[in-house]
Every structure is written in C-alpha cells, then in structure tokens.
C-alpha cells in the first residue's frame, strides 16, 4: 500500500486556510504533493486517471492523521509518500523529491520506477 501523507493538518478550517493560502500565494505553499495532485478547487484529471486505473492500493492522509496512525514512525519531513510491507513503511518518495518535481506526469513516471524496480 502506498501512503501518500499532505504536509496540511486535517479539519475545515484548516482546509479553508490551506484553500486560500494556495490562491494567495502559491509560492510559498508547503506542500508540493497538494500541487501535484490537486488543482485549487479539484483533483487533477491525469492524477485521478492514474489513481482509479491503478491497481496499487492507496491511502491519502494529512499530516496529523498520520501520526496518530503511526506513533512510532518519527522523524519523517511532510509531505511524504510511504509504503506499507507487513507492518513497516518506507519512503518511496521524501519532500525534497516531491519538491524537484515539477508536473504530475513526472511524479506518476516516479511512482511507477519507484513500484516496478521494487516489486522486480
């Protein structure tokens, strides 16, 4: 399973402030995983086409959700895409990775060399 963890924290009114603060000022948004799968008002198209005709398990979480799912995972940068193997998770891709890439089509390109070189 991957998990994909938003570097946002769960809620309305923390959605509501993310929502506007994306429209505001893009530029100093932090999370670059929100801008590769969602536009400002909707998920991407090539990102929901990938997602539904996948056949990879997946879970979305924000960042507070995360680590109350996962006490004992520490230490980890948001936003972050882990994967789940028999009660352990691993980074696929860190925020640094998220961050140098820049459409969705390369991070589904990422994904999928990340998946096939680790499941051959």
Known sequence: MLIFVYNAKSGFRNKYIDHIHKIVS???????????THNN?????????FRQNSNIEMAFLYKDEFKEKFPGVNEIGFPVILQKENERVHVVLDSFALASLQSTEALIISLNEKILVKNS
């Open 41 to 49: 008002f909707t998920e991407k198209k090539v990102w929901r086409s």
């Open 26 to 36: 893009p530029d100093t948004y932090l999370c670059n995983l929100c801008s590769l």
